[in-house]
């Protein structure tokens, strides 16, 4: 597998086990950016997060792509290796298997800070397309997040906006589905904001434009 960026020689291949602290590595970064610590898996980093991956490296159905720079030297020095400078997570959702529409999904898509806007996301967005085509499906669906820099990327390589989803600790669900059936609230709901009045919007647009 192999693909390359307009302005850089990014290549891309399939994560190994050894591979795993570069992996863990990338993201943390990408957790961090999206101010999403511990949130995604209710977990912190750590011995937890790298048996995960262990797992995720070991998993048929789930490939873990590397985005790297052929060339660089190794820690050690000693021989020329490659240097990862980003990944991407890919799987195939099992429901759309199922209803016939197969669709490659991808999570995780990580550019190493210092090496953004040099073709490193195209080439794992190359891998995705490569590994959909392979597997049949005809479209990708990727985890976004809410940062104003990857949803601009997404939307240039032409990615549209599919739907929303919600996270919730199963706790907090716990108590509300309990709330729930003892007939009350057990979570309040947000204050529907009441809409401008017609009068006050011209107004607005002045001080928007000041």
Request: hydrophobic content about 45%.
């Amino acid at each position: 597998m192999s693909a390359s960026g307009s302005r850089s020689h990014v290549r891309t291949r399939v994560a190994q086990l050894g591979d795993l602290p570069v992996v863990l590595s990338l993201v943390r970064q990408h957790r961090s950016d999206s101010h999403a610590e511990g949130v995604l898996t209710g977990q912190a980093p750590g011995s937890a997060a790298a048996a995960g991956f262990r797992r995720l490296l070991a998993d048929a159905g789930y490939r873990v792509v590397l985005a790297v720079l052929p060339g660089a030297t190794t820690r050690s020095g000693d021989t020329p290796g490659d240097e990862v400078v980003g990944l991407a997570v890919l799987g195939l959702d099992p429901l759309s298997v199922v209803l016939g529409v197969p669709q490659v999904t991808i999570d995780n898509l990580v550019v190493h800070r210092d090496h953004r806007r040099r073709g490193v996301g195209a080439a794992l967005l190359a891998a995705a397309a490569e590994h959909a085509q392979r597997c049949g499906a005809g479209h990708v669906v990727a985890a976004v997040g809410h940062e104003a820099e990857r949803q601009r990327f997404f939307a240039r390589m032409g990615f549209a906006p599919l739907h929303g989803r919600r996270i919730v600790p199963r706790d907090n669900l716990l108590r509300a589905l309990a709330g729930r059936q003892r007939g009350g609230a057990a979570v309040p709901l947000p204050r529907r904001r009441r809409p401008l009045p017609a009068r006050a919007l011209p107004a607005l647009g002045r001080v928007l434009e000041a």
